[in-house]
């Protein structure tokens, strides 16, 4: 539904269980009721007896599709004797396919006290001092004394500070930030009392430059207190404020240094910037009431914000457990739209639609400096479009007839949580007869680029499909308050189960570990807060869950309430992927089943609108490095065509216009090109969606993109070898071992993405592109074997990363294979039988010593559990893969316990270790490639992958000396047995007995 692709493509299984089955043609039908859904008949495209084995991405080739109308197909296929078969059904609605199609206005919610909050907070700094000229490191001290005359029933502390800031209400540390360029907000109404209270900032001008250089130095704040009466109070900082350096000065003035949008911030490329342009992250509520005179007989809501939405039809979510929508694409080009079937939602009379507006990704605060790189308000777009009984159509859309007002959500951000005030709460206003008094009329409005591109969502939303449980709570101490463990590290949110009285303030602290004393662990979160708050209605049982955030955590502390049970949080798994992994295992090591659970769960927790590096510190960007690598593990682990179809359209938007793909898609930092292995994502993605499923179509949507990058990487390397133009160049991030010469690896990978390119020219019939990429890999080895191997096979570095990378690209000379071989394996043994691979070199380890008849070696590093290794973080506890082979000990400002990268061997598991391979003869698993690896450190072991063909299953136990394979219909497979047999074979079971 809601499908905005002019030719859509088709696809189908074939579930006959015939051994040896074919097909040998399809016909595909078309129409716009069923009743035209027959050959001959048909109003839209009959594609006719087409004879073809093909049953993937069948392209539609008939009449224009139209705007909204829905579509019956059918298809029936032909097996390898001319039987046909059934007419099997379905159908395809599409979405508003031209910008004349949205009659609705973008709109927003104006709100003045924000506006003239905005303009009068003022950036301060010390008196007498040179704002422009701060050395690095400078201490300053800033206080405001709030006086009270009652204790308040709401309080917020907003901060933002150049360089390091620790705010203190009355003494207590209530928040902190280092170069973040955000308003940090704090809910304090608990450490505010009646009389005088201390508002403390402790600052520290900015570090890291050179100690001779100067910086700019100022602070900003505003407080928002609620008296019991609801009246509130915005106190923003400003001359009154009080300033000194050290604690042994006395208070003095604060200088006013200027408004905010003077350019005491810090942009993402380290240039000094304006101030944010809002305050508070709060969400706001929509609504529109109309009446309907006869009975819908369908509805579909088109739906979308720069922000992120709730919708409801009269009292129900359009959208149960989806959270997050519209997702992330660069808003500053693109914002995707969902499209709704809520004909059931509406009736004939009065109706009401309504919908909350977060801040999402669009104006969360975002990186490590916290900047937002679309500023201006939240806004949404929605439209229903109705057709009635009497023939009718209609269509409600968002103008300025909408109501609008404040929602209870007073703050919530992508990196630091929700606030909720239950108090504010408006019983019934998303249903009929709610009385909208306060509201005010939404403003129409035009996003920042007028011009921004509507598409329609082509991937999953981001849904719940997993509940977890806590498996136990650690009760509060004098050094902690409650803590529970969710006993696997998770992406998500909690549902929270409460009743206590009015105005209490629940806290819920999310961390992925714990402290020797039991309180969570959360200094590698850096600037992310991660922090909920839920303040009670007190209106007997409440639930919650936030809307607008989610938090990567095994552990959740919560305080507020006295005595919390396991009843009283739940875990809500959040992600963009299918509920069900696509690859099954389980063999005889426990380990290697549990690095399967892991692989699973690192994807569901980073694969939320964009793959992700991690789900829980100051990042969760598209890092294309960690993507690229992981990709082909990705695509066995779950279905991820659509996702990778999304993905490519972020990395394409993120490309310059000379031809660069960036380190991170959609691009918020800065312009630079991306590093050799991460630009190359754009290669490794198209490639893999297409070996993995089949789907050139990925492969002709980003070819010309590809190409741009592929000439780009020429230009600036004229000689072949990568040493210009390289960005971050990360090279082989995080290796234990890291002496890889940079421009090697980076050369090695350029080889790489040139041999991807001229197979997947093959798959789309480029055949002059097959010859220009076999040409530039030509060129590209002899360079690099001209630069970087000896005669003896020694390679520059030495290290196991430049011997892979050499062997596994096929650049190594045929005579100089077996000493490089044996170099690895005896660098391997030198470090005690450990790799020392980092995010570059890992994804070729296992496959070329199995390749060169080493597979011993492979399955010897593949189930050790001594550092480095995958097993070690399993024995450490890990339920997700960690950043560093090092996560235990490493340095917490770069340690998350939940990045996928290093997971990238788990391919070599199912392609090679369980044999279910393809390849570019048979993309998809058309043809299979069926060639286990056995050994006997491995005496079992079972695979079942749901190919797109069907379920592919491997299964060898090495006691019984058998090896059982399935293939599904209209599949072949080329079977290689351990005991050097082969066999060409069809679809069905065929079982071996190994000589
Ligand atoms: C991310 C990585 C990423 C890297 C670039 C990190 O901060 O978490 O996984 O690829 O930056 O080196």
């Known amino acids: 539904m809601g499908i905005d692709t002019a030719t859509p493509t088709f696809s189908w299984q074939s579930d006959s269980k015939t051994m040896n089955w074919q097909q040998s043609g399809y016909q595909v039908l078309v129409a716009t009721d069923e009743k035209l859904l027959r050959p001959g008949y048909t109003d839209a495209w009959d594609s006719g007896r087409v004879a073809s084995g093909e049953s993937l991405q069948i392209r539609y080739a008939g009449k224009p599709l139209r705007s909204r109308e829905r579509y019956v197909w059918a298809v029936r296929v032909w097996d390898d004797k001319g039987q046909p078969s059934p007419w099997v059904k379905s159908w395809f609605e599409m979405g508003l396919l031209f910008a004349s199609d949205w009659k609705a206005r973008w709109i927003v919610r104006k709100d003045p006290a924000s506006d003239l909050e905005i303009a009068s907070v003022r950036w301060i700094w010390l008196h007498g001092v040179d704002t422009q000229h701060v050395p690095p490191g400078t201490p300053a ?5 709030l006086h009270l005359d009652d204790k308040p029933q709401a309080a917020s502390l907003h901060m933002l500070a150049t360089g390091q800031v620790i705010a203190r209400v009355n003494g207590q540390v209530t928040g902190r930030h280092e170069n973040w360029g955000a308003f940090d907000q704090e809910e304090i109404a608990d450490l505010l009392h009646a009389g005088d209270n201390e508002i403390e900032l402790d600052c520290v001008s900015r570090k890291g430059q050179p100690a001779a250089t100067t910086s700019y130095a100022a602070i900003a704040a505003s407080i928002h207190v609620t008296d019991a009466n609801g009246r509130e109070r915005r106190i923003v900082s400003d001359g009154t404020w009080l300033a000194r350096s050290t604690d042994e000065d006395t208070w003095t003035s604060a200088q006013i240094v200027g408004p905010m949008s003077s350019k005491y911030s810090t942009a993402v490329d380290g240039q000094p910037a304006p101030g944010p342009d809002r305050v508070a992250t709060e969400a706001s509520l929509f609504r529109k009431e109309f009446t309907l005179t006869s009975t819908v007989v369908s509805a579909r809501l088109s739906i979308t914000a720069l922000g992120a939405y709730v919708a409801y039809v009269n009292g129900h979510p359009v959208a149960p457990n989806t959270l997050l929508a519209p997702g992330w694409t660069d808003f500053r080009k693109r914002v995707e739209f969902q499209t709704y079937d809520v004909t059931t939602l509406l009736s004939n009379g009065p109706n009401t639609f309504a919908a909350m507006l977060g801040a999402g990704w669009y104006s969360s605060p975002m990186t490590w400096a916290g900047i937002r790189a679309t500023p201006g308000p939240n806004l949404i777009l929605a439209q229903l479009d109705l057709t009635l009984s009497d023939g009718t159509h209609r269509s409600i859309v968002t103008d300025d007839s909408w109501l609008t007002a404040p929602a209870p959500i007073t703050f919530s951000e992508i990196y630091g949580g929700e606030s909720f005030d239950a108090r504010l709460e408006q019983k019934g206003w998303t249903k009929v007869g709610f009385t909208a008094t306060e509201w005010t009329h939404a403003v129409a409005a035009s996003p920042p680029n007028p011009d921004i591109a509507l598409t329609a969502q082509p991937d999953l939303p981001i849904s719940n499909a997993l509940v977890l449980k806590p498996v136990s709570i650690d009760r509060a101490t004098a050094t902690h308050p409650a803590v529970f463990d969710m006993g696997q590290n998770m992406v998500g949110n909690i549902r929270l189960h409460v009743h206590g009285a009015r105005g209490t303030l629940i806290k819920m602290r999310f961390a992925e570990r714990l402290n020797p004393d039991g309180s969570i662990y959360t200094e590698n979160l850096r600037n992310a807060d991660a922090t909920d708050i839920y303040t009670l209605s007190g209106e007997g049982d409440e639930t919650y869950s936030p809307a607008f955030t989610f938090h990567g955590f095994r552990y959740v502390e919560l305080s507020g309430i006295s005595a919390p049970t396991l009843e009283t949080i739940e875990g809500l798994v959040f992600n963009s992927l299918p509920q069900r992994p696509s690859v099954r295992l389980s063999s005889s090591s426990p380990l290697l089943n549990k690095m399967n659970e892991l692989g699973a769960w690192g994807q569901r927790g980073n694969f939320v609108s964009i793959p992700t590096d991690c789900p829980q510190r100051d990042e969760r960007l598209g890092w294309m490095g960690d993507a690229g690598v992981f990709w082909r593990t990705g695509t066995f682990n779950f279905d991820i065509d659509a996702f990778s179809h999304k993905f490519m359209i972020d990395v394409e938007d993120a490309q310059a216009p000379a031809g660069e793909f960036t380190d991170v898609s959609p691009n918020i930092l800065d312009a630079s090109t991306g590093a050799p292995g991460w630009g190359d994502a754009g290669i490794f993605i198209p490639y893999a ?14 070819w010309p993109a590809m190409e741009r990058w592929m000439a780009n990487i020429l230009m600036h390397n004229p000689n072949y070898l ?7 160049n990360y090279a082989d991030w995080l290796a234990p071992d890291p002496n890889t010469p940079k421009d090697l690896i980076a050369t090695a990978y350029w080889a790489l993405v040139a041999k991807e390119m001229a197979e997947m020219a093959k798959a789309i019939h480029r055949s002059d592109d097959v010859q220009k990429y076999q040409d530039l890999y030509e060129h590209i080895a002899v360079a690099y074997r001209m630069a970087y191997i000896q005669d003896d ?28 071989v044996r170099r690895i394996v005896s660098d391997i043994a030198a470090h005690g039988n450990h790799l020392t691979t980092g995010f570059l070199g890992t ?6 010593l199995d390749q060169f008849n080493r597979s011993d070696v492979a399955f010897r590093l593949l189930l050790s559990d001594t550092y480095p290794s995958w097993g070690y973080m399993v024995k450490k506890g890990a339920t997700t893969w960690w950043e560093r082979w090092n996560g235990d000990t490493g340095d917490p400002s770069m340690n998350s316990y939940n990045h996928y990268a290093f997971g990238s061997v788990m391919a070599w598991v199912y392609r090679r270790a369980a044999g279910i391979d393809t390849d570019g003869s048979g993309p998809g698993y058309r043809h299979l490639i069926i060639e286990p690896h056995v050994d006997p450190a491995l005496p079992q072991l079972h695979v079942e992958y749901d190919s797109a063909y069907g379920t592919v299953i491997s299964d060898w136990r090495q006691q019984n000396r058998t090896f059982t394979i399935t293939i599904p219909a209209n599949t072949t497979a080329s079977v290689s047995l351990p005991d050097g047999r082969s066999f060409e074979v069809g679809s069905g079971t065929h079982r071996y007995r190994l000589n």
């Open 689 to 702: 969606t297409w070996l993995q499923y089949g789907d050139t179509s990925i492969v002709e949507q980003a």
């Open 722 to 728: 990568r040493r210009q133009h390289l960005g971050n």
């Open 843 to 848: 994804p070729f380890l296992l496959p070329v």
């Open 141 to 145: 001290h800033f206080l405001y004394r």
């Open 793 to 820: 096979g020694t390679v520059s570095g030495s290290t196991q990363t430049a011997y892979l990378a050499t062997l596994f690209t096929g650049i190594a000379p045929e005579n100089t294979r077996t000493v490089m």
